[in-house]
Each structure stands twice: as C-alpha cells, then as structure tokens.
C-alpha cells in the first residue's frame, strides 16, 4: 500500500484530507504539521499526525514515502523541504498546490530531476465538489499518474493541463473562481434588501437560485447558452434583466473577463517573484 505524506493541515490540507477520508482510498496517510492544535485536529480526524518527517520515521513503520503532497503556504516551502534530506527524493513524487512555485523552483530547490505535479485546487474541496487543474513533469511513471489522478479527483474533479501555463488561468477562474460566486450571491442579497426583501429572505433566493441553477446545468447536462435560452421568453423580465447583463459594452463578459485577467496577471507575477 503506498505512503502518502500530507504537509498541512491548514483549511486546504484538512479540506483535501477529509477528501480522501470520505472515498476511503487504498493508501497509508501521514500528517507533517508544525503547528501542535492543528496537529491534534488532524489526529481527531483520524490521521497519525507528526511534527516532522523524522518523528514519523522513528514513530511509525514507513520505510519509504511514496507521495508527498505540499499543502503549505508558498512563504513556508522552504522550511518544509528542508526536511526531505532523510528521504530518497527521487524515488518520491511531490505534489504541490502552492500558487507561484514553479517547476523550475521546485528542481532549483530539491533536485533536478524531482517528479513533480503542481495542482490548483479551490475551496469546494472541502465539501467534495473542488475542481483541481493539475500539470505533471514529464518524467512520472504511469502507476504515479494514476495515483495523482486517485487523490486529486477523491475531492472533486481533476482536469490534466496541457503546458504549465496554464495553472495561471486555472487559478484565475477556479482557484479564485469562488470568491467570486460569493459576492455574486452578496450583491444579489444586498439588492433583494435594497429593493425591499428582508436579509433572510434576499439570501435565501440569491443562494437557492445559484444551487439550483448550478445542479440543473450540471444534471441536465444541457450546454449553458440553450438553458439560458429555454427561460428567456421574449419581451418577458428575463429578457429585459439580460439586455443589461449582456450589453456588449460594459456587461457580465466584459467585466468578468476583466476580473480574470487581473487574477491571471497576479498570478504570473507571483510566479515570477518566487
């Protein structure tokens, strides 16, 4: 049974953590967390947590750590990898879902031939519907593929990138993607209330209108724009609400693709800046 060792146990790590609990996966799991209250959280969830990668080796009987999945934060990388000195690096494979560490970074810092998959998750891990975009070096075997694809997708959905890159983008609309679907739900309440409704009321239809709607197109598997379609009758409140959201100036696409390019722009600056 392989040895997977999570370095964590923040909101992601745990989020992904409690993922893999939940599909009860095939593996041994190990916790590596500094911070001793977080430690314990990890040990009530059912994991044997340790402080460091020596305490887990003279305290548990893993000979050989299979994967190790980084869950720290980009600014605390460095003092985890110090730690990988007492493991055979290249028999390992690393998985990293810190925003801004490059590949490049990972081989400059650990070694060169380090194999390597840089993952993106979002915040729905934590209730088993995230969505992961992942890139992989080229240099996994095919039982590692495999196993990446098992974890990341025991939280959600795992999609395969084409080319790094595109970790920006990912991270622009569903890494960050959240933030906004929850100021989405904010301004529709605000406006409920604005134009009358009580705060319990205009939330409740701001979040049952998006949960709704989001398991309709997700059950129906209906393309977007035909669902769209089907509830805008002409000269009806639908269509007269989409005449402003859909202006080609200044509507949802442009300002949404406005949104996204920023993300992505800040993004790749934090990549360029690690």
Not at 40 to 59: C, R, Y
Request: net charge neutral; proline share 2%; glycine share 6%.
């Amino acid at each position: 049974m392989k040895n997977i060792v999570l370095f964590g146990y923040g909101k992601m790590g745990s989020s992904i953590a409690k993922g893999w609990l939940l599909k009860k996966l095939n593996f041994n799991f190990y916790i590596i967390e500094k911070e001793a209250l977080l430690r314990e959280d990890a040990k009530m969830d059912g994991f044997k947590a340790f402080n460091n990668i020596k305490e887990m080796l003279n305290k548990s009987n893993v000979e050989n750590i299979d994967i190790i999945f980084l869950a720290v934060k980009p600014q605390q990388m460095l003092d985890a990898i110090k730690q990988f000195n007492v493991i055979d690096i290249e028999k390992t494979l690393f998985i990293s879902i810190a925003a801004g560490l490059s590949f490049s970074w990972f081989k400059n810092k650990i070694h060169d031939n380090i194999k390597i998959v840089r993952a993106m998750p979002n915040l729905p891990a934590s209730v088993g519907k995230g969505v992961t975009g992942y890139c992989k070096s080229d240099n996994l075997s095919l039982n590692e593929e495999e196993n990446t694809n098992t974890l990341l997708n025991s939280f959600g959905k795992a999609l395969c990138l084409d080319n790094e890159n595109l970790i920006n983008v990912v991270t622009a609309i569903s890494g960050s993607g959240p933030a906004y679907i929850f100021y989405l739900v904010e301004v529709l309440s605000n406006i409920g209330m604005n134009q009358g409704l009580s705060a319990e009321s205009a939330k409740v239809l701001a979040l049952e209108t998006l949960i709704g709607s989001a398991m309709l197109l997700e059950s129906s598997n209906i393309d977007p724009k035909i669902l769209r379609q089907n509830v805008t009758s002409p000269g009806g409140t639908t269509e007269a609400g989409l005449e402003i959201l859909a202006s080609k100036k200044n509507g949802l696409f442009d300002l949404l693709n406005n949104t996204i390019s920023c993300a992505k722009e800040r993004a790749i600056y934090l990549n360029s800046n690690n």
